[in-house]
């Protein structure tokens, strides 16, 4: 049954100490939990059949870009209805009341209903999908050590709030930084839940690469399959396109034979790849906002209606230690195929001498990364 649109506003003094919001520092002081500013709005309600999703960071600019694909169906097809629950620090509560007012006035017909909070148990009870784009923000010129004091607490604490208020079927993709291991902090928070649940963002890795390559061979984006992302979504990433194929005038061709440039395939596109965000922040003097969004929604998409016959994707998951010899428990960017909710490792491919170093650069990084979260955190 149909209800009539309702709003409620809930707005705390609050005393200052220092937090982050997707992008931009903020001042502002630790409050009880039950006085966390909420603007709630229904717009219609159709029981157990609308999806539950959650994105922090919902203030920032991913969100921004983010908030309008999910809620129009590009993520979970046209005809699934959608509430959405946003969470953000309180001081960004008048942002996220402006964010509501625009999702309103876009008249998007599955969005039902919208949660915008800063309380984690409001934003993550019993939600279905949680894209955690909130974090420390990466700044130019900013090494990535730096970043895991910042965020360990932050993804730590969401993870036990998942564990304890989310659903224990949730599809989690985490976007901030570092991504591979706030990923692994919130998966060990959350015991609860699925370790296969958890998954970091290496999907703009991946659009970075096919970009590349397609522009090289002067084809579209489309005609570019199975690039792999191996590793951490970090300068040590290994963009590989050794099993990539190109569709190049109706005909599949491997990639390396379309490029026909194997310096520039081992050289310039695994290091513009790698540089790429710290080119957009050069440039922008932001980090990228508008390609991460289109990459998160084309991960969780995938995840959910699975992934296109012949053709594989990059997700950060978690390594059972069996696999292309990257140690057991790390979130390690793999090449995957999706099917019914669920990713599997595609298994198999020739790793030659060159790869083989690379991958183990990377997974060195994020053992290093690992232990110093974990100490940090005391797990």
Request: net charge neutral; hydrophobic share 40%.
């Amino acid at each position: 049954m149909c209800t009539a649109s309702m709003v409620v506003i809930r707005l705390d003094l609050l005393s200052p100490w220092t937090e982050f919001s997707a992008g931009r520092p903020t001042s502002v002081q630790p409050t009880n939990p039950s006085k966390m500013a909420t603007i709630h709005k229904v717009f219609y309600q159709l029981p157990g059949k609308a999806l539950r999703v959650c994105v922090t960071g919902a203030a920032g600019q991913i969100a921004y870009s983010l908030l309008y694909s999910v809620a129009k169906g590009d993520v979970f097809g046209k005809d699934q209805p959608i509430i959405l629950t946003l969470l953000d620090i309180a001081p960004m509560m008048g942002v996220l009341e402006g964010v509501v007012m625009e999702l309103q006035d876009c008249a998007l017909p599955i969005l039902q209903e919208i949660k915008a909070t800063a309380d984690e148990r409001e934003a993550f009870t019993d939600i279905d999908v949680a894209m955690l784009v909130g974090a420390m923000p990466r700044r130019e010129g900013m090494e990535r050590k730096d970043l895991l004091k910042a965020n360990a607490k932050i993804f730590q604490s969401q993870g036990k709030s998942l564990d304890q208020y989310a659903k224990k079927t949730v599809k989690v993709v985490v976007v901030g930084n570092p991504a591979n291991t706030n990923a692994l902090i919130a998966m060990k928070c959350a015991p609860s839940i699925p370790k296969e649940n958890f998954s970091c963002l290496t999907r703009l890795d991946q659009n970075r690469a096919k970009s590349q390559i397609a522009a090289k061979c002067s084809v579209p984006t489309s005609g570019v399959k199975k690039v792999t992302i191996w590793g951490n979504h970090s300068s040590t990433q290994f963009p590989d396109a050794m099993h990539a194929v190109v569709v190049k005038d109706g005909k599949d061709t491997k990639a390396t034979e379309a490029v026909n440039d194997d310096a520039w395939l081992k050289g310039d596109f695994i290091t513009t790849v790698q540089k790429r965000g710290a080119a957009v922040i050069a440039a922008r003097k932001l980090s990228s906002a508008m390609s991460a969004a289109k990459a998160i929604c084309d991960h969780v998409r995938d995840w959910v209606q699975g992934t296109t016959d012949g053709d594989w994707v990059s997700m950060g998951v978690i390594s059972d230690g069996n696999t292309y010899g990257v140690p057991e428990g790390l979130i390690y960017s793999f090449p995957v195929t999706l099917s019914g909710g669920k990713w599997t490792i595609v298994d198999g491919l020739s790793v030659d001498a060159f790869a083989r170093e690379k991958m183990d650069i990377t997974a060195k990084e994020l053992i290093e990364e690992r232990d110093a979260a974990l100490e940090f955190i005391g797990n």
